[in-house]
C-alpha cells in the first residue's frame, strides 16, 4: 500500500501538539475512569437460554464458553479469602444452567459447579450448588457423572450429610450404563460409605479420574492437582 | 474463456489491495485470543480455544470478503469502469459471473487460510468439514454482497444490506424458536406473527445451521447432515447470482 504523502516534517508543529494533547487528554481521562472490573460487581440477573441462542449469531458453544469467563470473573480475586461470598447463588445457577442448555455437551458449567462454586464455605449455597448439579446430572448422566461424584464427597466431608452423598452416589451408580465410567465411580456408594478423610477420598477420586482417561485436558488435570495439594495444606495446618 | 479474465483480475485487486495484510492480521488477532483464554480457562481450555478462534476467525472472512466486494465494485462503478466493460464484446451475465467467480474464489482462498489454525486445536476431518463449510458460506456472502453492490447506490447501503442478510440469516433459527415457544401467548396476533417470522426464514438460507463450531468440538457431521447443508448453500448461491444477472442485465448502459 503505497500513498503520495508529504514528508512528517513538512506538517506545521501545532498539529504535532494538537495531536500530543489530544492524545494525552485520552490516556489521562481513561486512567482516571474507575476501572471495568465485574470482580465485587453484582451478578446480574441471568438471560434465558433462548436469549443467549440469539445473541449468539449462530455460536452457541463458542457463546457458552466465553459466558462461563465472564460468570467466573464475579466476586473472585486472588486475594479474595472467601471468594463467591457475596454471590447471589440463585442467580448464578440461573446462569449456569442457561449456559448449560445453551451447550448441553460442554461438561464446564458442570465441572465450575461441583469444584468452584460448591466449595463455598457457606452451606446452604453450596447445597444450592449440589442440587443443581444433582438435578442437571439426569439429563446426561454418562457424560455429567464426574461431577456429581464431586458432589457425593463434598456432601459427605464438607455438608458432614451422609444421606445427601449416598442419594448422589445411587444415583451415579443407577443411572450410568457408558462403560467409559470407571468401575469405582459405579460403586461410588461403597466409596462413600468408607471410613476414609476427605484427602484420602480426593487422593482416590483424582487418581481415578486421571487413570479412566476421565481428564482429557492439561488445565484441568493441573486445576484439580492444584486443589488437592489445597486439601493437604488445609488438612495439614488442621492437624497442627 | 473471457470472462474468467474477470475473475482473475478481482484476485489480482485483492492481492494489491492489501487484503493478505488484513487476513494476516486476523490469524494473528485469532491467535493470541486462544493464547489469553488459555490462561482463563479452568478446564476445556483447548474446546474454548477451537470454539472461541473458529467463531471470530468466520466472522472476520465474512466481513473482509463482504467489504472486499463491495468495495471493489463500487469503485468500479464510480470511476466508470464499469461502462468501459459494457462496451466489449461479452455478454452481460457472463460479466456479471465471471467477476462472482472470482470473488468466489477469494472467499475459498480465505477459507483455507482461516481454517488451518484450527488444526491446532481439533482434528483434521472435522477442520475439513468446517473450513469447505465456510467455503460455502463465503461464496453465498459473496453473491450477496455483489448483488447488493451492484443493486445499490452507495457502500453504505450495500455493506449494511449484505451484514444484515447475513446475520438475520444467522440468528433466524433462534428467532423461530423464541416466536414458537411454550410461553409465547396464543392469540391471533401472536399466530401473525410467527407466520410472519416463518415466512421470512423461507426466504433465507440457513446460516445458522452451517459451518458449526460444534463440528471442531465434538465430532464431524455425517455425509446424510452435511451434503443437504452444502446444497442449500448452493441453491442460495444460484438464486442470488441468478437475481445478480437479472438485475444487471436491466441496467442500462
Known sequence: ?240 | MPALILGRLVLVEARRGGLVWLAALALLAGIALSAFLAQLAITESRLLQAAVVAALLRVCAVFLLAAQVVASVRREIDDRRLELMLALPLSRAAQYLGRLAGFIALGFVLAIVFALPLLLWAPAAAVLAWGLSLAFELALVAAAALFFAMSLGQVVSALAATAGLYLLSRSIGAIQAIASGPLAEDSLAHELARRAVDGVALLLPALDRVTRTEWLLYGTPDARTYAPLLAGMLIYIVLLAAAGVFDFARRAA
Open chain 1, 1 to 240: 500500500m503505497t500513498r503520495d504523502e508529504r514528508p512528517l516534517n513538512a506538517l506545521p508543529a501545532g498539529l504535532w501538539l494538537a495531536l500530543a494533547l489530544a492524545l494525552a487528554a485520552q490516556i489521562a481521562w481513561r486512567a482516571h475512569e474507575p476501572s471495568a472490573s465485574v470482580r465485587e460487581a453484582n451478578l446480574p440477573p441471568a438471560p434465558s437460554a433462548a436469549a443467549l441462542r440469539l445473541a449468539s449469531f449462530g455460536e452457541p458453544e463458542a457463546a457458552a464458553r466465553l459466558a462461563m469467563l465472564y460468570l467466573q470473573a464475579f466476586d473472585y480475586s486472588g486475594a479474595n479469602a472467601n471468594p463467591y461470598r457475596r454471590l447471589d447463588y440463585g442467580r448464578l445457577t440461573d446462569w449456569l444452567a442457561a449456559i448449560l442448555e445453551l451447550d448441553p455437551h460442554s461438561n464446564y458449567p458442570l465441572f465450575a459447579a461441583a469444584r468452584v462454586y460448591a466449595e463455598t464455605p457457606d452451606a446452604p449455597q453450596s447445597r444450592r450448588v449440589l442440587e443443581f448439579v444433582y438435578h442437571e446430572f439426569f439429563a446426561d448422566p454418562d457424560r455429567r457423572w464426574a461431577a456429581l461424584a464431586h458432589a457425593a464427597l463434598l456432601a459427605k466431608h464438607r455438608l458432614k450429610d451422609l444421606p445427601l452423598a449416598r442419594r448422589y452416589a445411587a444415583a451415579i451408580q443407577r443411572y450410568t450404563r457408558s462403560p467409559d465410567v470407571p468401575l469405582w465411580a459405579k460403586q461410588m456408594e461403597v466409596f462413600i460409605l468408607e471410613d476414609m478423610n476427605e484427602l484420602d477420598a480426593a487422593r482416590i477420586m483424582l487418581g481415578g479420574l486421571l487413570e479412566s482417561g476421565a481428564i482429557h485436558d492439561a488445565d484441568e488435570g493441573r486445576f484439580l492437582r492444584q486443589k488437592l495439594e489445597e486439601l493437604e495444606r488445609r488438612q495439614a495446618s488442621g492437624a497442627k
